[in-house]
T-cell receptor, first 117, second 112 residues
Framework: AQKITQTQPGMFVQEKEAVTLDCTYD???????LFWYKQPSSGEMIFLIY??????QNATEGRYSLNFQKARKSANLVISASQLGDSAMYFC??????????????FGQGTILTVHP | NAGVTQTPKFRVLKTGQSMTLLCAQD?????MYWYRQDPGMGLRLIHY???????AKGEVPDGYNVSRLKKQNFLLGLESAAPSQTSVYFC???????????FGPGTRLTVT
């Protein structure tokens, strides 16, 4: 069975600073995908970044990067130059092998990020 | 493109009542999913569909039924609502199993 753990219920960061949100996962499948989603107070789920288990390089999307450490089974989200609009709940999620998981996502419990001016 | 839309946005039901939540996507995606989000928790998969006419159970399927008669629509039904089904319901779709999922805005359901 797959499991995602986000150990930080809440994080605070000063505007313009970088912040790392932790995510560890557990799976016995060699093929899997890791996703980060943002949920602002308005409630929608916004896709941020994706990392495949066979990807050699860490994924980056603008100010978001994923620090993927396969041996440690961690997939931390790094947000650089935090902005007030980054204040939201952040979810880490995992998908199993594409052929058999049918894209089903297992989510962590989320981390609430608050950006202070 | 509207993306993924959900109807209704809010609903209050009494215990034992039934209702159907509608999810529609205009991206021609094959895969569609229904999740529920309870306070302080991540999303949990209820049911999913890998194409028109197909459905399958997810992690928490009890008390729900689904149908995918048209590729663009995925319906979630509650036959006899219970207070434990009070939650926010999200629909999502993806092009294939390997791609990211796009989510609808959610439906907040309260069962009294």
């Amino acid at each position: 069975a797959q499991k995602i753990t986000q150990t930080q219920p809440g994080m605070f960061v000063q505007e313009k600073e970088a912040v790392t949100l932790d995510c560890t996962y557990d799976t016995s499948d060699p093929s899997y995908g890791l996703f980060w989603y943002k949920q602002p107070s308005s409630g929608e789920m916004i896709f941020l970044i994706y990392q495949g288990s066979y990807d050699q390089q860490n994924a980056t999307e603008g100010r978001y990067s994923l620090n993927f450490q396969k041996a440690r089974k961690s997939a931390n989200l790094v947000i650089s130059a935090s902005q007030l609009g980054d204040s939201a709940m952040y979810f880490c999620a995992m998908r199993g092998p594409g052929g058999t998981s049918y894209g089903k996502l297992t989510f962590g419990q989320g981390t609430i990020l608050t950006v202070h001016p | 493109n509207a993306g993924v839309t959900q109807t209704p946005k809010f609903r209050v039901l009494k215990t034992g009542q039934s209702m159907t939540l509608l999810c529609a996507q205009d991206m021609n995606h094959e895969y569609m999913y229904w999740y529920r989000q309870d306070p302080g928790m991540g999303l949990r998969l209820i049911h999913y569909s890998v194409g028109e006419g197909t459905t399958a159970k997810g992690e928490v399927p009890d008390g729900y039924n689904v149908s995918r008669l048209k590729k663009q629509n995925f319906l979630l039904g509650l036959e006899s609502a219970a207070p434990s089904q009070t939650s926010v319901y999200f629909c999502a779709s993806s092009r294939t199993a390997a791609y990211e999922q796009y989510f609808g805005p959610g439906t907040r359901l309260t069962v009294t």
